[in-house]
C-alpha cells in the first residue's frame, strides 16, 4: 500500500473541528487534522498538564487545610514592609498560606488599603472566585458590622486555589491573621 493510499483509507471526521480531514501521519507520528492541524497527542498532554495542575492546587487546599485545623495561634508576628502608615503586620498562618499558594500579593493588596482603613480596629477580608471565566476575582473588606462594606477592589487575575474561596480573615489592630488563629 502506497502512503497516498493509505491516507486516503485512514480519512474520518476530526475530533476537534468536525472536518472530513482526519487522517493518519504518513511519518508514523499519530494522527492528525489537515485542516485545523489537530493532534490526539497534543490533546493528551494538554489534558495532562490540567490533571496536573489540579493535583498541585489540591496539594495546596489539603495542606493549607491541614494547618488551619491545626493551628490555634501564632509563635511568630511578621512585619510587612510596604512603606505606608499604618504598617500591617501578620502571623504565621497567613504567611503560611502566603507562602504555600504563591499569595502573598493579597498581603500586599490588604496592606495598601490600610491608611483609608486606620480608624478601624478590626476588619473581616474576603477573597471570592469569580462567577464566571473572564470575570475578576473580588477582595472585599468589611468592618464587624455585618453588611457595611468598607472596600471592594477587583483583581483581574489570580491562582489562589479556588477551592480555597472564599478566603476569609481577619485584620485586628493593624495585625492580619487567620481566623483560626484569633
Known amino acids: 500500500m502506497t502512503i497516498d493510499n493509505k491516507l486516503k483509507s485512514s480519512r474520518g471526521e476530526c475530533p ?5 480531514c482526519w487522517q493518519d501521519d504518513p511519518e508514523g507520528s499519530g494522527a492528525f487534522c489537515e485542516s485545523c492541524g489537530f493532534k490526539p497527542a ?3 498532554k494538554v489534558e495532562q498538564s490540567k ?5 498541585v492546587e489540591q496539594s495546596k487546599v489539603d495542606r493549607v487545610r491541614e494547618y488551619m485545623a491545626q493551628t490555634t495561634g501564632s509563635q511568630d508576628i511578621h512585619e510587612h514592609f510596604f512603606g505606608v502608615y499604618p504598617r500591617l503586620f501578620y502571623t504565621d498562618g497567613l504567611d503560611f498560606v502566603a507562602e ?32 464566571a471565566d473572564g470575570e475578576p476575582w473580588l477582595l472585599t473588606a468589611f468592618d464587624d ?17 479556588v477551592n480555597l474561596t472564599p478566603f476569609e480573615f481577619w485584620v485586628e489592630n493593624n495585625t492580619a491573621m487567620l481566623k483560626e488563629e484569633r
Open 16 to 20: 476537534d473541528c468536525g472536518s472530513e
Open 42 to 44: 497534543e490533546q493528551s
Open 51 to 55: 490533571v496536573e495542575q489540579s493535583k
Open 100 to 131: 504555600t499558594c504563591g499569595a502573598y500579593w493579597l498581603i500586599d493588596a490588604v496592606a495598601s488599603h490600610q491608611p483609608a482603613l486606620k480608624r478601624e480596629e478590626f476588619q473581616v477580608w474576603r477573597l471570592s472566585k469569580p462567577a
Open 145 to 161: 458590622v455585618p453588611g457595611r462594606l468598607l472596600i471592594r477592589q477587583e483583581i483581574e487575575y489570580s491562582d489562589f486555589p
